[in-house]
């Protein structure tokens, strides 16, 4: 006989299936909870650093637009070093120099950044002229980050102007494994007609 009332066990029952219910709830929010900590706590090291090398990028691409600007007047030929980009007022602000994940202060002056102290990356197109003694300006690196930038990361920067970051601890490793060209290291020589022409 049903008379509408409830029995105990059966509000227990229902109890147990309005719990069972919530579960997956809980789930989702304990879930969600973990991805907040761990992005929190763990990941936004790894996103400040790679917010720094694309900032580092456009450094290297500011520095590339600058030089390809300084050969542009100067028969095909890039710059001795940065110095001549700001004595010649190519690119005079200190502050695209230094890398943003170096505590590297930029320099006040020109004399103090000759020192080389407050500039945290490499130049390599001293002597070398547009047409890259023959090696494909896609694969000839002009300008890269001094070691210890970025850990076991290099950005580069190539003669045609493009940017790419590689993984490695030097840039010489870098140029061998991937089939680059580094002046200095294992491109060719100035022949004796650009010496004449452009001794340094």
């Known amino acids: 006989m049903n008379d509408g009332t409830s029995t105990p066990e059966r ?7 309005r719990l069972t219910g919530l579960w997956p709830l809980v789930l989702a929010v ?10 929190v706590f763990v990941d936004r090291p790894k996103m400040r650093e790679r917010a720094r ?3 580092c990028a456009g450094n290297l691409k500011s520095l590339g637009l ?5 050969s542009g007047d100067s028969d ?12 010649q007022d190519y ?10 994940s170096t505590v590297t202060q930029e320099a006040g ?5 000759q020192t080389g102290e407050q500039c945290d990356y490499q130049y390599f197109g001293k002597g070398i002229a547009e047409d890259c003694r023959g090696c494909e300006p896609t694969k000839t690196i002009l300008g890269c980050d001094k070691p210890g930038n970025h850990r076991g990361y290099f950005t580069v920067w190539f003669a045609d102007g493009h940017v790419k970051g590689y993984l490695g601890e030097s840039i010489e490793g870098i140029a061998d494994q991937n089939g680059l060209f580094l002046p200095g290291y294992n491109m060719p020589e100035k022949t004796e007609a650009e010496a004449e022409l452009r001794p340094e």
């Open 109 to 113: 002056s020109l004399e103090q950044f």
């Open 53 to 55: 090398r694309i900032n």
């Open 91 to 100: 690119l005079t602000t200190f502050k695209v120099y230094t890398c943003p």
């Open 11 to 17: 509000g227990i029952e229902h109890q147990d299936h």
């Open 30 to 39: 304990s879930v969600f909870a973990a991805l907040i900590c761990y992005s």
């Open 66 to 70: 600058a030089v390809r600007m300084y």
């Open 76 to 87: 095909d030929h890039f710059p001795p070093n940065f110095s001549a980009l700001i004595t």
